[in-house]
C-alpha cells in the first residue's frame, strides 16, 4: 500500500467535522508507527534496558 492510498484510508476513517491539526496529528502517528515497524524488520532495535532507564523522563506527571 503506497503513502498515499494509507492517507485516504486515513482520511475515509475519520469524521467529516475533524480539524486540519487532528488530521495531522493522525499522519503524524502512523507515520511513526510505519517508520518503527521499518527500523525493526531492519534489525535496528534499542535495549529493553535503554528504555527502562529513559521512560520515566517520557511520562507526563
Known amino acids: 500500500m503506497s503513502n498515499k492510498q494509507i492517507v ?33 524488520g531492519r534489525g535496528e532495535r534499542i535495549p529493553i534496558e535503554e528504555i527502562e532507564r529513559e521512560l520515566p523522563s517520557w511520562v507526563i506527571k
Open 8 to 40: 485516504q484510508d486515513l482520511l475515509d476513517k475519520l469524521p467529516d467535522n475533524v480539524s486540519l491539526h487532528d488530521v495531522a496529528q493522525e499522519i503524524e502517528f502512523v507515520a511513526g508507527v510505519r517508520q518503527g515497524l521499518a527500523e525493526l
